[in-house]
Structure formats: C-alpha cells, structure tokens
C-alpha cells in the first residue's frame, strides 16, 4: 500500500479532531467500508454527497460493509462495540467539503496507470522484435536534441528492453526496409509524451492529497476565518482529464501495433499471425477486440473538465466535474490493459515464428510469463480466457516484475 503523508497542520486546521480521524483510520485497517454511491457530485463545493455518505456511519447513520455484508451503520457499530461519535464544532463541515472523492478516485488510477503504461512500454519492445523493427529510432542522441523528458526516458527504457537481442543482431545487416511504421520509431516520443501528463498528474495529485480543502478556514495561530473556495477541484478535475487523454493514446498506438503485426505486408509475419491462414482466422477477431476497446477509450477521454451546470441557485454557478473525470479513468484503464494484453498475446505468437532466435533477456522473460498462462495458437481457438488472464498480470504490475528488470524512469512518481 502506498501512504501519502498528509501534514499535520493541515488536519488541524481542517478542523478535524483527533478522536474522530482515530476512528475514521480504525475503519480503514478493519476493513469496515462506507458504502458510498458512484455518481452524485459535480466537484465543486467539495464532494458533498459521497463524502456525507462516506461519513454518515461515524455517527451511526447511512450504510457499512462488514465482513462483506451490506447493512446499517448502527448496526454494524453495535456488533463492532463501537458507538456513534458526536461531532465537534466544524468537524461536520471539514469532512464533507473538500475535494478528497475526486482525489482519491484520481491517485487510485493514477498508480493503476502506471502499471499499465509500464506494461505497454514492454509489450511494445516485445512487438518491436517480433516486427524485426529497428533500434535505430531509440539512439539517444536522438531524443538528446530533442530535450523532453519522458521521451528521454522512455527511449532508455526501449534500449534497455531490447539489448542483447539475437533477433535484432540476426537483421542487422540486409534489412530493404528503410523504416519502420510510426507505431514502432515513433514509441519514445507517443509514450513519452503520455509519461510527462502522467507525472503532471501526479504533482497535481499528491498536492491535492497533502491540502486543506474546505472552506470557510480557521487559523489557529491568529483566530482568523476565511471563507474562500479550495474546495473547487478544478486541479483535480484538468489532472483526471490529462490522464485521460494519456490512457487513451497508450491503447491507441498498441492498438496500431496489434494492426500491424497481424498484416503480412508490413510484419513480414504469417498473415493473422496463424501457420495455417484460411484454414484458420488467428488474431483477426482479438484485433477487432482492440479496434472496439481503442474506440471507446476516445469517447470516454472527452475532457470533463470544459462541461459545468449551475448548481445551488446559481451561487454555485461553476462546477469542475472532477468526480465523473475521475472515476471514468477505471474503465478506461480496464480497456487499455485489455488492448496491452492482446499486444502481448500477439507479440509473443510473433516472436513464435522467429525461433530460434530469441530476444532480449528481459523480453525473453516476458515471453516465458506470457506463455505460463497462454500457449502458442497453432490452430483456431478461444483466446477470451488468456486476454482475461493477461489482463489481470498488465493491471497488476506483474508484466513488468516479470522481467526483474527495474524500469525506474517510467514512474510517474516515486512515493516512499
């Protein structure tokens, strides 16, 4: 689990007591849930309606999971020996108007897309050498000139998953094609790209997590009360969004890839990557599943942050919609890993048809991962099993751990 620190000053001045963020923190280490509903915020005077629902049960009302189970806040209290709290001057206010819903969704996608991106980097250097692409386009000096940070770094991370590959050294030489197709030169400078939003994102997230949200604020050194409007989670709302455009364009240029290794005429592989094509389909449908998944991805990174209603007589006459900006990056990270998954799936059916040449150590353990949980498609059969299986392993980092190679210079941020 990833603790961020949170500032001690900040609670205080929230105005939250110490009593009731014990309780609160005993909630969370007895896996004592809120139950709290999905929609229902607009991002702006705070998370009032979920966060109320997250709080409601430190008083005995609204709903708790315990062990599992859904029922009452009081009755859950009762079996747990617990009583409902009785709040404190402000503390009703400092839990419900903040922006901590939207920030929480955000960071959880967040650290999920930095598995996934991770896993895209990887299976894309996996494509590379089942494509007998070149390395060329990852020359350092190249991305040197250039000066954009992730790019720098995710064309390190391209060298260091291809050295030392037979498959590259074997084409070296004799190789008619002048270049590759952009969803291979072009990786460091898409996927780049992606890494730079992503740690624009996280600056903006741990921020967020480590600030004082509510309004008015009561400063405890001087007395002073302020009303003003840090509850307005725009940062939040324009950070979800960045990430949004981000995981889409990871699932799009891996989808190109899946396009591309199943077309003879640009991989030089078997047409659908299949011994037998006509007699067999091979990747032709799980790449019409990538097609689907890329697609949606583009409706579902629309910006939310440029969409606002009025709210409360028009006092409220600007809204971020950072919760809905926030909470649709799961789906949309589901479709990714799904797309990265198939990637692989494909990649390693590639390289298949290459033997025996192998790759790069790291890829060759990717490979060997790939295989543990999906055999080699000579013939025609269900792969909706493998891509679930594959799926799991993107989302989870276990792609990437797979390697034990470290990739350091793709994090988007490194909290200890």
């Known amino acids: 689990m990833m603790i961020l620190k949170v500032h001690a000053l900040s609670m205080g001045y929230s105005g939250i007591a110490m009593g009731t963020l014990e309780r609160i923190i005993w909630h969370i280490e007895n896996d004592i849930i809120p139950v709290v509903p999905a929609q229902g915020s607009v991002g702006a005077s705070g998370d009032l309606a979920p966060l109320a629902h997250l709080c409601l049960p430190l008083l005995g009302e609204g709903e708790l999971l315990l062990d599992g189970v859904r029922m009452p806040a009081l009755t859950a209290l009762q079996q747990t020996g617990l009583t409902p709290l009785q709040l404190s001057a402000k503390e009703g206010l400092a839990l419900i108007n903040g922006t901590q819903v939207s920030t929480a969704l955000a960071l959880h996608a967040l650290f999920t897309t930095e598995q996934v991106f991770q896993a895209a980097v990887i299976s894309g250097a996996l494509t590379l050498d089942a494509a007998r692409g070149s390395d060329g386009p990852f020359d350092a000096r190249i991305h040197a000139v250039r000066g954009q940070?992730?790019?720098i770094d995710c064309a390190a991370a391209?060298?260091?998953l291809t050295a030392g590959s037979e498959i590259r050294r074997s084409h070296l030489e004799g190789d008619d094609r002048v270049q590759d197709p952009y969803c291979l030169r072009c990786q460091p400078q898409v996927m780049g790209a992606c890494l730079d939003q992503m740690r624009y994102a996280a600056q903006v997230l741990l921020r967020e997590a480590n600030a004082v949200p509510d309004s008015p604020l009561v400063f405890a050194d001087s007395g002073v009360l302020l009303s003003g409007g840090n509850f307005h989670a725009e940062p939040v709302a324009l950070a979800a969004d960045a990430l949004a455009v981000a995981i889409a364009e990871v699932g799009a240029i891996t989808e190109r890839r899946i396009a591309m290794l199943v077309d003879t005429v640009v991989s030089r592989l078997p047409p659908f990557l299949t011994p037998e094509p006509g007699l067999n389909s091979g990747f032709m449908i799980v790449h019409v599943t990538a097609a689907a998944l890329a697609s949606e991805n583009k409706s579902l990174a629309h910006p939310a942050s440029v969409d606002s209603l009025p709210t409360s007589a028009n006092q409220e006459d600007h809204v971020s919609m950072a919760t809905f900006?926030?909470?649709?990056l799961q789906p949309m990270l589901d479709n990714t890993a799904h797309i990265v998954a198939i990637?692989?799936?494909?990649?390693?059916?590639?390289i298949e048809f290459l033997r025996?040449?192998?790759?790069?150590?790291?890829?060759?353990?990717?490979?060997?991962?790939?295989?543990?949980?999906s055999a080699a498609m000579m013939q025609d059969r269900s792969l909706a099993a493998d891509m679930q299986a594959l799926q799991s392993l993107v989302k989870t980092g276990e792609i990437a751990s797979a390697m034990k190679v470290?990739?350091?210079e793709l994090a988007a941020l490194d909290l200890v």
């Open 343 to 350: 990637e692989l799936l494909a990649a390693a059916q590639g």
């Open 149 to 151: 940070p992730g790019q």
């Open 356 to 373: 025996p040449l192998r790759s790069s150590e790291p890829l060759e353990a990717v490979q060997e991962r790939v295989r543990s949980v």
């Open 325 to 328: 900006a926030a909470r649709r």
């Open 158 to 160: 391209y060298r260091a």
């Open 406 to 408: 470290r990739l350091p």
